[in-house]
C-alpha cells in the first residue's frame, strides 16, 4: 500500500508539474525558429463542418469571406452532417461567392465530414474549423507560412476564446485553454504537439490521413502525420480563433465526457503513437501530455484507496485529513456553483473534481466498449453572445466577435 501511494502520488505530481516544468526547461534550449518566408500563398481549403447551425454558420461564412488570404487562392467547403433545421439553405446562400456545400446524409460524425471534405478538397493545405469559431483576418497566413518548412506537416492556431455569459465554470474554462495554450508553445519547440485544438489547425494534403468515423480527427490526424511521415505539429499562436465557450459546468461535463472518450478510444485504434519505440520522443510527450492525464482520476482513486489502509501511521491520517478537505471543497463548489455564490476561485475544487469525474467516466465508457461519435450542438449564437474575458485580447489589432 505504501508502494501504491507513493507511485500514484508520483503520477500526479508528474502530470500537472514535472512534465509542465521539463517541457519548459527543454524549450529554454531551443529557442522558436521564426518561419520561412512565404515565396507565394499556396492553394488552401477552409474546411468547416457542420450540424443544425442554422445560428452561426452565416457568421462564420462572412468571417471566412473577409479573411485577408488571397481569395483566388481559397476554396470554402461547407459539409452538413444530416442537418435537419436551416443550416444548408443558409449556406446554398453564399454559393455565389464561391462557397460549397457537401452534404452527407445522416449522423456520421465530424471525422467523416472531414474524411470527404479532404477528397473534394482542391487545395494543398486543409485547414479545419469550427462553425462556431470565428478567425482573425490574418489567421490563414498565420498557419500556412509555416509550410514553406520542409519538416512541418499540422500548424494548430490559437483559442482566443471568450465567456458570452459570467460564469465561474467559463472563466475556470478560460484558464484551464490558456495553459494548453503554453504547454503546446512549449512542445512545439521542444519537437511536436500532441494533438490539435479542433477550430483551428492545418494539414497539407498530401499527409492527410483518412480514419475511422469512430475516431476523433483533430487529436489522431496530427499525432499519426506525425508518426507515419516524420512531419512536426507546431503551435501558432499568433493564428487567432475565438468562440464561446459554455457558461454551465453541467454541459462542460458532458462535452469533456465525449471527447476523451472518443480520444481514448482513438488511442486504443492507433497504439503506434504510444510506443517510444517507434516514436521516439514524441511517444513520451502523448503519454505524459494526453495519457496520463486522463488517468489521472484512477491514480487518485489508488492514492485514496492506498491512504485508507495506511491509517496505522499518523502521517496517512494527515494525509487522509487533505483528502477529506478536497472533497468537502469540491462539494461546498457545488453548492455555491449551482446557486451562482462566491467569488470563483471558491468553485475552483469543483471544477478540477469534475473535470477528473468527466474523465474517469469516459475511461469506463472506454472499457466498456462504448463511444460518442457524434455531437450536439449546446452554445449561444455567436451574433447574439456578449463576450466578456477575452474580447478585450481579441479586438486589440483585429475583430474576432
Not at 517541457?23 to 443544425?52: D, E, F, M
Request: charge should be positive.
Amino acid at each position: 500500500m505504501t508502494v501504491l501511494f507513493w507511485l500514484c502520488l508520483a503520477v500526479i505530481v508528474y502530470v500537472y508539474a514535472g512534465y509542465p516544468l521539463g517541457l519548459w526547461l527543454l524549450s529554454r534550449l531551443r529557442p522558436p525558429r521564426p518561419p520561412a518566408v512565404v515565396a507565394g500563398w499556396p492553394w488552401t481549403s477552409l474546411i468547416i463542418a457542420a450540424y443544425n447551425e442554422e445560428s452561426d454558420i452565416r457568421e462564420k461564412l462572412v468571417n471566412s469571406l473577409s479573411l485577408s488570404y488571397p481569395r483566388e487562392k481559397l476554396e470554402i467547403i461547407v459539409v452538413s452532417d444530416g442537418s435537419t433545421d436551416q443550416t444548408d439553405r443558409i449556406v446554398e446562400g453564399f454559393a455565389p461567392q464561391g462557397v460549397q456545400l457537401i452534404r452527407l446524409e445522416g449522423r456520421q460524425g465530424k471525422t467523416a465530414a472531414q474524411n470527404a471534405a479532404a477528397v473534394r478538397a482542391k487545395g494543398d493545405i486543409l485547414v479545419f474549423s469550427d462553425a462556431n469559431a470565428l478567425y482573425e483576418p490574418d489567421a490563414l497566413q498565420q498557419l500556412v507560412r509555416h509550410f514553406e518548412r520542409d519538416d512541418v506537416g499540422c500548424v494548430e492556431g490559437q483559442r482566443r476564446d471568450f465567456a458570452a455569459v459570467v460564469s465561474a465554470s467559463a472563466e475556470h474554462e478560460l484558464t484551464y485553454r490558456d495553459w494548453e495554450s503554453l504547454l503546446k508553445t512549449w512542445e512545439s519547440r521542444v519537437l511536436s504537439c500532441t494533438g490539435a485544438t479542433g477550430p483551428i489547425y492545418a494539414i497539407r494534403r498530401s499527409l492527410y490521413v483518412p480514419l475511422d468515423p469512430s475516431m476523433i480527427s483533430d487529436l489522431m490526424e496530427p499525432m499519426l502525420v506525425m508518426c507515419r511521415h516524420g512531419k512536426r505539429h507546431v503551435f501558432e499562436p499568433g493564428a487567432v480563433s475565438c468562440e464561446v465557450v459554455l457558461p454551465k459546468l453541467q454541459d462542460e461535463f458532458r462535452r469533456k465526457v465525449r471527447i476523451i472518450t472518443r480520444c481514448l478510444n482513438s488511442l486504443k485504434q492507433a497504439p503506434e503513437v504510444l510506443n517510444p519505440f517507434r516514436c521516439g520522443l514524441f511517444a513520451i510527450q502523448v503519454i505524459s501530455h494526453r495519457l496520463l492525464r486522463w488517468l489521472v482520476p484512477v491514480f487518485a482513486l489508488g492514492a485514496f484507496t492506498a491512504t485508507v489502509f495506511l491509517l496505522h501511521h499518523p502521517f496517512y491520517r494527515m494525509i487522509l485529513l487533505l483528502e477529506m478537505l478536497f472533497l468537502f471543497l469540491a462539494h461546498t463548489g457545488a453548492v455555491l456553483d449551482r446557486f451562482d455564490l462566491g467569488p470563483a476561485f471558491l468553485r475552483l475544487p469543483h471544477y478540477f473534481f469534475t473535470a477528473n469525474l468527466a474523465s474517469l467516466q469516459a475511461i469506463v465508457n472506454s472499457l466498456l466498449g462504448r463511444n460518442i461519435v457524434n455531437w450536439h450542438t449546446v452554445r449561444s449564437p455567436l451574433g447574439k453572445s456578449q463576450p466578456t474575458r477575452h474580447l478585450a485580447v481579441a479586438t486589440g489589432k483585429h475583430e474576432c466577435a
